[in-house]
């Protein structure tokens, strides 16, 4: 199992950047592939960007391709997104999640995920 902290997050004008932290505890960090979701009030809670627990394969929303990157950086364990030319329809609470496997790819789907973060805020406004 894995203690899950998000950070980063705050309010950004459009075409702004954030970056995003997940911070796990535990010691099976190396173990998990892990996600980035967001949900906006009123919507379903959607997948945004994964990367496998090798860190060497990664997955991503069509709304977030070539604007979001995910990396990981094992030695703090923790992941990264990073988001760039933000737009209005960004603003959401994101989470990220950990799914306890070992192999070289991830996926966006919610029911694969075991460990969940607290979420952080985003708001895209002028």
């Known amino acids: 199992q894995l203690q899950l902290v998000e950070s980063g997050g705050g309010l950004v004008q459009p075409g702004g950047s954030l970056r995003l932290s997940c911070a796990a505890s535990g010691s099976r960090f190396g173990y998990n592939f892990i996600g980035w979701f967001r949900q906006a009030p009123g919507k379903e809670r959607e997948g945004v960007s994964c990367?496998?627990?090798?860190?060497?394969?990664?997955n991503y929303a069509d709304s977030v391709k070539g604007r979001f990157t995910i990396s990981r950086d094992d030695s703090k364990t923790t992941v990264y997104l990073q988001m760039n030319s933000l737009k209005p329809e960004d603003t959401a609470t994101y989470y990220c999640a950990a799914a306890p496997y070992v192999q070289n790819l991830c996926v966006l789907t919610r029911m694969w995920y075991v460990d969940w973060g607290q979420g952080t805020q985003v708001t895209v406004s002028s």
């Open positions: 990367i496998s627990s090798s860190g060497g394969s990664t």
